[in-house]
T-cell receptor, first 115, second 115 residues
């Protein structure tokens, strides 16, 4: 099992450019998440999905869109990149969600720089 | 809303020193509590968890006890190693209706262990 993989690992964009980050999981998990990690801010949830074909907003959704057309993939799009979106992006998945807490499995991250 | 607060650090220790990283939480009900660890250049991974009051989670020599009376879940290790150098995150599941379960993370505590 590869677990959670993210593509690409690094990317440099110019302001206004668009890009899509791909997350794939091979564990048949229902839930998938996109986070961003910035110094001193911890992890902040951007968007998440509770199953194929669903998406929901997290804590910081503005400037991002997502799609979950297939259960194993969760795409994060930046339509018009801004320097404030320079960050490390992590994807995660979990089997399900409940208050007993299912373990989230994280990908290795994508380091994005917007100039 | 539900939240976690953890000491922000950074924490610098010598090898074989005792480690405590404080985490307190605010929650309705009694959700599970988690500690995740992020080693340099990697994504987060589950370190340990506890699912109910007075439960003790343990892994790799780390321990944390779910204390309902003090709403705390402090992480401890009796003798740290250089390989424990990482960022540690306290987390709890939160629920906002329907199928909307997610994890709320603390801001993370950077631990550096010197030989």
């Amino acid at each position: 099992n590869a677990g959670v993989t993210q593509t690409p690992k690094f990317r440099v964009l110019k302001t206004g450019q668009s890009m899509t980050l791909l997350c794939a999981q091979d564990m048949n998990h229902e839930y998938m998440y996109w986070y961003r990690q910035d110094p001193g801010m911890g992890l902040r949830l951007i968007h998440y999905s509770v199953g194929e074909g669903t998406t929901a907003k997290g804590e910081v959704p503005d400037g991002y869109n997502v799609s979950r057309l297939k259960k194993q993939n969760f795409l994060l799009g930046l339509e018009s990149a801004a320097p404030s979106q320079t960050s490390v992006y992590f994807c995660a998945s979990s089997r399900q969600g409940h208050l007993n807490g299912d373990t989230q499995y994280f990908g290795p991250g994508t380091r994005l720089t917007v100039l | 809303g539900d939240s976690v607060t953890q000491m922000e650090g950074p924490v610098t220790l010598s090898e074989e020193a005792f480690l405590t990283i404080n985490c307190t939480y605010t929650a309705t009900g009694y959700p599970s509590l988690f500690w995740y660890v992020q080693y340099p250049g990697e994504g987060l991974q589950l370190l340990l968890k506890a699912t109910k009051a007075d439960d003790k989670g343990s892994n790799k020599g780390f321990e944390a006890t779910y204390r309902k009376e003090t709403t705390s879940f402090h992480l401890e290790k009796g003798s740290v190693q250089v390989s424990d150098s990482a960022v540690y995150f306290c987390a709890l599941p939160t629920y906002s209706g329907g199928s909307n379960y997610k994890l709320t993370f603390g801001k993370g505590t950077l631990l550096t262990v010197n030989p």
